[in-house]
């Protein structure tokens, strides 16, 4: 699994477990629609930190607890 799979899976899954849609994590996090689309459609792959951190605001987690997570263990060798 790459970084960016990981990153869309795992905001599915907290959008999941807190019962909000992805568009409502956009609503209570200041991203845009678009970027957020962007990233869990797999069209970007490569999410900013400053986006990162504005969606864990509205999560109400910390970045550290984001990555806390078994989908970021064993990812991947992005560079070849």
């Known amino acids: 699994m790459t970084v960016g799979v990981a ?3 795992r905001i599915l899954e907290l959008c ?3 019962k909000i849609s992805v568009n409502k994590l956009c609503t209570i996090s200041g991203v845009t629609q678009s970027t957020v ?3 869990v459609s797999g069209r970007n792959s490569s999410v900013t930190v ?3 951190k504005k969606l864990c ?3 109400d987690i910390t970045i550290e607890e984001f990555f806390c997570s078994s989908l970021f263990r064993g990812l ?3 560079i070849r």
């Open 50 to 52: 400053a986006t990162l």
């Open 57 to 59: 605001d509205g999560l």
């Open 76 to 78: 991947e060798q992005e």
């Open 7 to 9: 990153v869309k899976e």
């Open 16 to 18: 999941r477990e807190r």
């Open 37 to 39: 689309n962007n990233i």
